[in-house]
């Protein structure tokens, strides 16, 4: 609805500014930083004071005039400071609308076909940690947003099942621990431990012990190309290992509310010769070359040149450890080819590594192909089979390379994207240049520019945190302001780990606010304020900002968290438990509430402003959409939340005598709960029948 009239206001200024002065200016609607000014403002005379060598208070004054009366939802347009238009709306009016249930198409042009949006990504070696979150949480909110505003979106999983990260896993029990292929399949059917668990121990000791015996490295080449070539009893193991582990994160993830429609996996680029397609691609339009000297003699280069210069080189090289989205910087490391193996020295050398000079493609190479696929321009496709089958039915798929076992065709259509996000850790930027880079070096503009690296900063604990989980410090670690996880040194909280103490700590105060309500009841409630407590916290923080996750500051019921948002939805519901046991019914609020009662009601400053906040969450939605920050929508709802708490308290509806400002106060709490909790379910979150 907000909107809506926003879209009016500039269409009736941009009509009068052709009509009365011969220009056409696009008209910027703001909304003032101070309620008393009204609810739009317009700078437009500013723009135009150069234009038509004017100030910006006469051009003001003249537009004023001529739009008075000319907008229906505008009760009163003013002329303030140096040349602000400053509009009232008419409120009645504008109650009635909501009332009616006026909806708008969201200001979010549309891409003109299916969106695709990749995120999670974590290699199949481990359980996910908090870092691994910030990445769902992000990317799962992001297509929420988008399908609010009305865009077909596939959500898309990549599984890295060949890679460094699945290999060293492997070499951990084949070598480490002298597991047979039959010993470890017992292990992945053991409820008694979870194999992700298990994996993220050994994963650890694996990389423990390169470091003490670097004789073992080559094991882990070894184990890579069979994984690669998948034959033998190493490449069975490998995808033993990875299907385990995907089945646990998937299992992790659902816990949060996501999910996914396909999940495209290494293996199948490969076998698929989907990689070797493009290969040839970039080959015969130059975009690579065979290096003949330095320490890339026998590789397939592709030049810096290619592939803009920017701070995320210099972000990259500074780069350690585990990336949230899966360790990919590390993948070319781990099998030589780069002299001090990481990403920073290729971008020193003005030069990446496509392919190694043992033949192995590396990780941005096989990245450029799959791009490729996304957008429907490498002319080949993979199988798909179900993989798994969600509680409301949705089908998950994953890729094959076998059209034996092949979904009909009908039913399984992925990729083929006019827009394309990836959601992946900063770190990683370089190399999302370099795919970029690919596809213009391939002639693919379009594509190039409707590539998005939806990047964001990493997760870290805070020594509290650490300490509530149980996390050793040392005595350096502990003076931080945060601490950095590494699934790689073993340090961090399992996402499973803390979702358990996080619903277990909010059960402990939900049960001790409702013991009457029973613990299965409770039980039901800590899940949904847990999980709306995390999601939350992830959500809050801009894309670009380091997060220090706190445990106790997330579970707060006080201040910008989560359990305060849904407390204001539970606040909502109280009013209509204890408007029911009056044994009153509900008005027919199009009845009673006519636009005099409304703009009566609304006269109240506190109740007008309520009503504006409320009725902004497609606003808000389509805002963050196009900022491409889920913070703001996050954002909204706090607000939101603030607004109607204020109300709960300052205006007790039950204890109203006048019959229609009642009903008008209590319609006011409707229209809040509803729009409240709509906000929640863009964000992931649930609200809860009580806390």
């Given amino acids: 609805m907000f909107?809506?009239?926003?879209?009016?206001?500039?269409?009736?200024?941009?009509?009068?500014?052709?009509?009365?002065?011969?220009?056409?200016?696009?008209?910027?609607?703001?909304?003032?930083?101070?309620?008393?000014?009204?609810?739009?403002?317009?700078?437009?005379?500013?723009?135009?004071?150069?234009?038509?060598?004017?100030?910006?208070?006469?051009?003001?004054?003249?537009?004023?005039?001529?739009?008075?009366?000319?907008?229906?939802?505008?009760?009163?347009?003013?002329?303030?400071?140096?040349?602000?238009?400053?509009?009232?709306?008419?409120?009645?009016?504008?109650?009635?609308?909501?009332?009616?249930?006026?909806?708008?198409?969201?200001?979010?042009a549309p891409s003109g076909g299916k969106v695709i949006v990749e995120?999670?990504?974590?290699?199949?070696?481990?359980?996910?940690?908090?870092?691994?979150?910030?990445?769902?949480?992000?990317?799962d909110t992001f297509v929420r947003m988008l399908r609010a505003v009305g865009e077909p979106v596939e959500v898309q999983n990549y599984i890295d099942n060949t890679g460094v990260q699945v290999a060293d896993v492997v070499v951990g029990f084949h070598y480490l621990e002298r597991n047979s292929l039959a010993e470890v399949r017992a292990m992945v059917d053991d409820p008694a431990f979870p194999f992700d668990h298990r994996c993220w121990d050994l994963y650890?000791?694996?990389?423990?012990?390169?470091?003490?015996?670097?004789?073992?490295?080559?094991?882990?080449?070894?184990?890579?190309?069979?994984?690669?070539?998948?034959?033998?009893?190493?490449?069975?193991?490998?995808?033993?290992?990875?299907?385990?582990?995907?089945?646990?994160?998937?299992?992790?993830?659902?816990?949060?509310?996501?999910?996914?429609?396909?999940?495209?996996?290494?293996?199948?680029?490969?076998?698929?010769?989907?990689?070797?397609?493009?290969?040839?691609?970039?080959?015969?339009?130059?975009?690579?070359y065979l290096e003949d000297k330095g320490k890339n003699a026998g590789c397939w280069v592709m030049p810096a040149s290619a592939f803009k210069e920017s701070a995320a080189v210099q972000e990259a090289a500074a780069a350690t450890g585990d990336a949230a989205t899966g360790d990919a910087a590390t993948d070319d490391a781990a099998t030589g080819d780069v002299a001090t193996g990481d990403v920073a020295a290729e971008a020193v050398e003005d030069s990446k590594v496509i392919v190694r000079s043992n033949g192995t493609v590396t990780y941005v190479g096989k990245d450029i192909a799959y791009q490729l696929w996304k957008f429907g321009l490498l002319g080949q496709d993979f199988f798909y089979k179900v993989t798994h089958q969600y509680p409301d039915g949705h089908r998950l798929y994953v890729s094959t390379a076998e059209s034996a076992e092949a979904a009909p065709v009908e039913e399984a259509r992925f990729g083929g994207g006019v827009r394309v996000y990836n959601v992946i850790d900063s770190r990683q930027s370089y190399l999302q240049d370099v795919v970029v880079a690919g596809l213009?070096?391939?002639?693919?503009?379009?594509?190039?520019?409707?590539?998005?690296?939806?990047?964001?900063?990493?997760?870290?604990?805070?020594?509290?945190?650490?300490?509530?989980?149980?996390?050793?410090?040392?005595?350096?670690?502990?003076?931080?302001?945060?601490?950095?996880?590494?699934?790689r040194k073993g340090l961090g909280v399992k996402a499973d780990d803390l979702m358990d103490k996080l619903t277990q700590a909010a059960y402990s105060e939900v049960l001790s606010r409702n013991a009457e309500r029973g613990e299965e009841a409770c039980k039901v409630v800590a899940r949904q304020v847990a999980v709306g407590a995390l999601r939350y916290f992830l959500l809050k923080f801009t894309r670009n900002s380091v997060i220090a996750f706190d445990f106790q500051e997330a579970l707060s019921f006080e201040g910008e968290t989560g359990p305060y948002v849904q407390y204001a939805a539970v606040r909502a519901n109280r009013i209509f438990d204890k408007w029911s046991e009056t044994g009153e019914a509900i008005p027919t609020f199009s009845e009673v509430l006519t636009g005099e009662v409304l703009e009566a009601l609304l006269a109240d400053e506190k109740l007008w402003q309520l009503l504006v906040q409320a009725s902004k969450r497609v606003f808000a939605v389509a805002r963050a959409v196009n900022a491409g920050e889920p913070a703001n929508l996050a954002k909204h709802a706090f607000q939101a939340a603030q607004s109607f708490n204020e109300f709960y308290h300052e205006y007790p509806i039950l204890k109203e005598k006048d019959p229609a400002r009642r009903a008008g106060l209590l319609w006011l709490a409707t229209y809040f709960r509803q729009e409240l909790i709509l906000t929640l379910e863009v964000l992931g979150i649930e609200a809860p029948e009580f806390m």
């Fill in 440 to 487: 213009r070096a391939l002639h693919y503009e379009e594509a190039a520019r409707n590539s998005v690296h939806f990047a964001y900063e990493m997760v870290a604990l805070s020594p509290r945190c650490c300490a509530d989980l149980g996390i050793a410090l040392s005595e350096e670690d502990s003076r931080k302001a945060y601490v950095e996880v590494s699934g």
């Fill in 204 to 288: 650890a000791r694996v990389s423990a012990n390169y470091q003490t015996q670097p004789e073992t490295l080559p094991w882990r080449a070894e184990t890579l190309h069979a994984i690669e070539a998948g034959e033998g009893e190493i490449a069975e193991l490998g995808h033993l290992v990875a299907d385990a582990i995907v089945r646990c994160h998937l299992a992790t993830m659902y816990r949060l509310g996501i999910r996914y429609d396909v999940l495209p996996r290494e293996s199948e680029i490969l076998h698929l010769k989907f990689w070797a397609k493009a290969f040839e691609l970039l080959k015969e339009r130059k975009a690579i």
């Fill in 3 to 108: 909107h809506l009239i926003e879209q009016q206001i500039a269409e009736a200024v941009d009509g009068l500014l052709r009509a009365e002065f011969g220009v056409a200016s696009t008209v910027v609607v703001e909304q003032p930083r101070q309620a008393q000014f009204g609810e739009v403002a317009l700078p437009v005379a500013f723009q135009l004071a150069r234009t038509l060598k004017k100030a910006p208070r006469e051009i003001a004054e003249t537009l004023a005039a001529k739009l008075d009366g000319k907008i229906p939802a505008v009760a009163s347009i003013g002329v303030a400071g140096n040349g602000f238009l400053n509009l009232r709306l008419r409120r009645g009016a504008y109650a009635q609308a909501l009332l009616a249930g006026a909806a708008l198409e969201p200001a979010v």
């Fill in 119 to 139: 995120h999670t990504n974590i290699n199949p070696n481990k359980a996910a940690h908090i870092g691994h979150l910030r990445n769902a949480v992000l990317g």
